[in-house]
């Protein structure tokens, strides 16, 4: 997998690295709306370098949300023979919350690329609710062979607030992955499943005193989201605070 070109949000507020893909949140530069005309010309006509770079500035124009437009060129663009081109409108239309960009962000959960069908993914999640008919496609990506488009998909459902129930036993099986990114991003989604990911509760109170920092934070912090008296229980014997996120980079 070629390296993503920059940096991409997610709901972490501090910076991860999975594989080759830098994930932070609170870095991006809003753009200016009286670049949007050049931008879209850029996207339309650019080579793919300046392609990517419009479509990662326009998902950085917040009133475009709040004025109810999105450029047409932006959700086509989920459709550029460039990979990473389709990765960052992919990204963009999220970060917009660009309803009208549902049913294109469905389409491109069957991209060729697992990079493009990741952030369609989030970018459906991102559209909360909204999103409900992506459900079925979710679901398809829960299949997939690499845990960061599991888990993506498995958030997205948690944000949906639908479907949700058919990603914890998959989350379950990645909670036992020796990958420790696997089991830390598994808890993760299922704290934002919340209480429908109660069958998890054995798994993560086990993962509590796991030998990576992380992970144990991770499992605590989903215990929370469950929000149950049994979850409640599951804490009472670890002593460390995790309602802030912090990522210790020393836990190897």
């Not at 660009?98 to 491109?108: C, F, Q, S």
């Not at 952030?119 to 496609?137: N, T, Y």
């Not at 690499?146 to 998959?170: F, M």
Request: aromatic fraction near 4%.
């Amino acid at each position: 997998m070629g390296a993503i070109r920059y940096i991409i949000a997610s709901t972490l507020a501090v910076t991860a690295i999975h594989g080759d893909i830098v994930m932070a949140h609170s870095t991006r530069q809003l753009t200016d709306p009286s670049d949007i005309p050049n931008l879209v010309r850029d996207l339309r006509n650019g080579d793919e370098e300046t392609r990517v770079d419009a479509a990662y500035k326009l998902g950085n124009v917040r009133l475009v949300t709040a004025a109810g437009k999105v450029p047409a060129e932006l959700i086509g663009a989920l459709r550029d023979p460039s990979e990473q081109v389709r990765i960052h409108a992919a990204s963009a239309l999220g970060e917009l919350k660009a309803k009208k960009a549902i049913d294109p962000l469905i389409l491109a959960t069957q991209d060729p690329s697992e990079e493009v069908r990741m952030f369609a993914a989030q970018s459906l999640g991102q559209l909360g609710p909204s999103s409900r008919r992506a459900v079925p496609s979710l679901w398809r990506l829960l299949e997939s062979q690499r845990y960061t488009v599991r888990t993506t998909a498995a958030i997205a459902l948690g944000r949906i607030k639908s479907g949700q129930e058919r990603a914890v036993p998959v989350m379950l099986r990645d909670l036992d992955s020796p990958n420790k990114w696997a089991r830390i991003e598994a808890s993760r989604a299922l704290e934002i499943i919340g209480p429908k990911a109660a069958p998890a509760i054995p798994k993560l109170k086990g993962l509590l005193e796991d030998p990576i920092w992380n992970v144990g934070q991770e499992a605590c912090r989903a215990l929370r989201g469950i929000r149950s008296a049994e979850a409640r229980d599951a804490l009472r014997e670890y002593k460390e605070d995790c309602t802030v996120v912090v990522i210790r980079t020393d836990s190897e």
